[in-house]
């Protein structure tokens, strides 16, 4: 036997790669920059697929409704969270074919009592929200994008900061000539949270009497804009985030960065293979899960009985056994991993990192420490997915979150794993992780597509 037939090595995409398959590749990256776009917060991304989905068929679900074989339906869960599924002609009690990404990235979420003026200028406090490296937030332009619920009922969208013309938002840093103190700090200290200070104006209303003269320009301002006044914040979800939309990078253009590719990179493929795998005889479901970025918590989280209350109602109507339903489905975990960084070479593993542009990445386990709060998923379920990788000539890496006990991280998978219904993890490499732009290949994406094809039709 040949020395290559024993070995193994992973494949870059461009090795075995035909010009027509990157054009592909470079191709199907516009819609999914299109996406990322638009859906810069989980409720954006819900209101975006929403609009594909019902461009590709799907219609809205409510609990109680009929279920038939052939039905495409969505379950919006309050705008934030959202569930798509194709009823297969199969028996429904030979399980789900599930892919289940987050929506929900790092950023700053205003306080509920926020405005406030100090030394000539408005601010606005905030609390950070997920794993955010707090010195990447400082003198850089910023967006504001949200929603604050009135009183009466209604509510009110705010997104300023991204379209050509709009006015964008800040957060002060301090100057070299300064930063003593500061630059012997850890990095994580350097940015004390408190100090993540948005910056909302610094012009005094005229003709008042009234002190905090810019606040009141600036509360006038809002009033005027959207009819809220200072009170309505507190019933009000307002997100900072970064206001630049995404890019191509490189001479090669052969790299996307980007706000929120953790998990969004996910959460696209997920759709588009979805809408392409419509001849499948199997019942598929793609979530797109909120709250993953603070631990799956709450009704738009991936922990809320919401998912099994669907997968009840599915079988039910189907008159499929629950039980029988769960024990037989199948998911991909969908969430992004690290991928290796020569620049930060020491932090990986090298052998099992996941490498630029040799495909989607395969997680058996994630967790920390001795693989501490993982679903370590198990060898028969990947030799599965290894062998429809290899008939649907999808390119993909196994890989771990760089050196044990360097750090690590977690994903929806457990939560998913609880339920009796095999799970493993699958996502896209990712450098720069939780930044407010975040860098991933284009071939990277392209191949996230082509694994969820392969899963959701095999
Ligand atoms: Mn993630
Ligand atoms: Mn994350």
Redesign the pocket.
Known sequence: MSENKLTYQRTNFYDNATEADIKAAYDYCVGYCEYMDNSKTEREAVKTTVALAEANGYKPYAFGDKIKAGDKLYYNNRGRNIYLFRIGSESINNGVRIVASHID??RLDFKQSPIYEEGGFCFAKTHYY??VRKYQWVATPLALHGTVAKKDGTTVDIKIGDEAGDPVFYINDLLPHLAKDQNSKPLGQAIPAESLNIVLGSRPLADTEESNKVKMNILTILNEKYGIDEEDFLSADIFVVPADNSHDVGFDRSLISAYGH??KVCAYPSLTALFESDDSVHTAMVVLADK??IGSEGNTGMQCALFTDLLGAITEELGGNLYAVKANSKCLSA??NACFDPNFAGVFEAMNSAKINCGITMSKYTGSGGKGGTNDAPAEYIAWIRKIFEEYGVVWQAAELGKADQGG?GTVAKYIAKHNIETVDLGVAVIS??APYELVSKTDVYTAHKAFYAFLKA
């Open positions: 990235s790092p997920g794993g953790d998990d993953e970025e969430d992004v991280g992780m939780h």
